[in-house]
């Protein structure tokens, strides 16, 4: 017995208009590959490369609670601004992060990630210095590998301190296209 | 940090379990009405799922869940000769078990004494999958009890 497309997506919608899902999630298209990004009631909580499907929803459940769903519609404001930015119309992402189960040193070098400008870039250890730990650029490294809302918290701007890219998580290469993208290459 | 997760992520529920609702709804209410019927099965187990816990008898969980919504739009509807089947068509042997001990009760009362004592499901659960409260299935199933003790004594 197969659902139709139809049924199954007018429960998905229900389900995310209703408020049940603790975070919904869809595939979204870009120029850097199918991005799989998830959204709780608080905003965007995850944006990661190379979607998993089997490792993705434990990893989802975990950040925000059991009740994950693939529903478009929880996702809609994100993919409207991630489209602009791909498209070189959006500087700057509008939409909330959802944050939660992130340590304080963390959530502090995000913050100060999210500061860094379009088109600009930033090294490990200036960032680790205007987070009043000047001695944690490895630490810092760390957070940027980990970074779970990439690109809109824009982990390619920074890189090491000889001006090398350094690494990326999606691969070196996208980092590449998102700094061309910007016009900081 | 949140809890261990004992449950499975929402999707990988509904992707296992929504074939087997729509064909139950289907036999019991036609293709019309379980498309509507399917929808509130899913949205009922949704409420509930952050609840439960553990993730032990989710297909019976479901299909009980969907044996009451079609109930529900039967009694809507009238068709009160099809009341008493519920969950009937589980093949599980704990539910086999009971099946026979159950026959002669209500819908509720039947769904309540086999959740309870052949799933072994808390009674948070069985208020869950029956859109009832923990007092009424606790109430639901001690009188499905009685009445079964009622039977065999007599």
Known sequence: MTISPDLDRRFREAAATLGLVDIGFDVVESPIGQLLVAASDRGIASIWFDPKPDEDLERLAQIAGPRVLRSPHTVDAARRELDEYFEGKRRQFDVALDLRALPPFTIAVLDELARVPYGRTTTYGALAERVGRPRAARAVGTVMNRNRIPIVLPCHRVVGATGDLAGYAGGLERKITLLELEGAR | ?154
């Open chain 2, 1 to 154: 940090m949140m809890a261990t997760v004992t449950i499975p992520p929402f999707e990988r529920f509904y992707e296992e379990h929504r074939a087997g609702v729509l064909r139950l709804l289907r036999r019991r209410l036609g293709a019309e009405r379980a498309e509507d019927a399917f929808q509130e099965t899913f949205l009922r187990a949704l409420r509930a799922y952050g609840r439960l816990e553990h993730g032990e008898h989710l297909r019976a969980w479901v299909l009980t869940i969907a044996q009451n919504v079609a109930l529900d739009v039967l009694r809507r509807t009238r068709a009160t000769d099809e009341l008493i089947d519920a969950a009937a068509h589980d093949q599980s042997p704990a539910y086999a078990e009971l099946a026979e001990l159950t026959a002669g009760l209500g819908a509720r009362e039947r769904a309540a004494v086999v959740l309870r004592y052949g799933y072994d499901l808390s009674y948070e659960q069985i208020a869950a999958a029956l859109d009832s409260t923990p007092d009424a299935a606790r109430q639901a199933a001690s009188t499905g009890v009685r009445r079964i003790r009622r039977r065999i004594t007599s």
